[in-house]
């Protein structure tokens, strides 16, 4: 309608102004997906954007996602200005991960080395010796039990599991769940399927081990986009957030896309798996903390210096 193509336009010229670059996640409104890819920045999974943040040249970055992807920018450019449309978008995992009961979680356990996943805030990142996210965290965790590491994981207990049980790592697992993946339900996704016989089921490693079990891709939200793309199948049911479907039928046309059953059985429950904190970046937001510089990140600048260490450790380890 007029008002999003206003606002769009609004935007486009605003970035150029600023010299500012959008990067987006996949779980967010679809509009601001299209216009992060149509000006130059990006739309990805956690590991991307924050890589593409710390090699892009612009001194603006603004972030259409959660809390913890622009602290991961601003930490990893503290000299770059940070803006997200909206700063109480945060994550269940990092309202389930208070940094000074992880520190004492840690404190208990020196022996162990610990590994937290990116979605927790800088001073629970500041505590670990590695932030992984879940396209790598696998990777990393086998490279440390091969190293004979015992490892302490949080928050997600789902992820850990599931990467426990692909290393055999000895895991000591923090208690937090993602609430939109945590939904997704074993039964009712077995029943679909017998519905879908031919279909692929496309799952995010935060969902519970009853639906990672049925699954024929396990990734990040990029290694789903991209198992969609190459796996020889017309259908896919998807245990992700529904936001990734824009993507997905972009990615990969002609495939038809189905949302993994949350509640209730098949017949009844088509799923309305959305993150509420990434549903809180819109046009109209983006549009005025561009327009005022409002909706900074900041993150305590010794804070962001320990957590660093953690995330360049993975980076590098990606490189
Ligand atoms: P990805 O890194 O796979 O994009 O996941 C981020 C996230 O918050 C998933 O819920
Ligand atoms: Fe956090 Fe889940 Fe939302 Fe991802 S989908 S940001 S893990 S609450």
């Keep these: ?38 000006t130059g920045g990006c ?3 956690s590991l991307e954007m924050a890589r ?37 978008a945060t994550c269940s995992l990092d309202l389930g991960c208070p940094a000074d009961e992880f520190a004492a979680f840690c404190d208990q356990h020196p022996d ?54 692909k290393t055999g790592a000895d895991m000591l697992l923090w208690q937090g769940s993602c609430l939109v993946h945590d939904e997704f339900k074993g039964i009712e996704l077995d029943l679909l399927k017998a519905e879908y016989p031919n279909a692929k089921v496309l799952v995010h490693p935060e969902s519970p081990a009853n ?26 049911i998807v245990a992700t957030d529904n936001g990734i479907l824009h993507k997905m039928r972009m990615a990969a046309p002609g495939k038809t896309f189905i949302e993994a059953p949350t509640a209730g059985n098949s017949a009844t429950c088509k799923s309305c798996a959305h993150c509420p904190w990434m549903a809180m970046n819109g046009l ?17 600048p010794a804070v962001g210096l320990q957590a ?12």
């Design 308 to 319: 660093k260490r953690a995330i360049d450790r993975m980076l590098d380890f990606a490189a």
């Design 52 to 88: 593409f943040g710390r090699d892009h040249p612009a001194q603006t970055l603004v972030v259409a996602g959660v809390r913890f992807m622009g602290e991961t920018a601003k930490i990893l450019s503290p000299e770059k200005t940070i803006l997200m449309p909206d700063l109480d």
């Design 112 to 165: 162990r080395t610990v590994v937290v996943y990116a979605n927790t805030s800088a001073a629970v990142k500041a505590r670990a010796d590695w932030m992984v996210t879940s396209s790598i965290g696998l990777d990393i965790v086998a490279e440390l039990h091969a190293q004979g590491k015992k490892i302490l994981w949080a928050p997600d207990r789902h992820l850990g599991s599931y990467i426990q049980a």
């Design 284 to 300: 109209r937001n983006l549009a005025e903390v561009l327009e005022s510089g409002a909706n900074q990140v900041h993150v305590d």
């Design 1 to 38: 309608n007029a008002e999003r193509a206003e606002l769009k336009d609004r935007i486009r010229r605003l970035l150029k102004e600023k010299g500012a670059v959008l990067v987006a996640h996949y779980y967010v409104d679809a509009d601001l997906q299209d216009l992060a890819e149509e």
């Design 43 to 45: 739309v990805s999974d």
């Design 211 to 236: 639906v990672v079990a049925q699954a024929d891709a396990v990734g990040s939200t990029t290694q789903l986009i991209n198992a969609a793309q190459t796996m020889d199948a017309t259908h896919f």
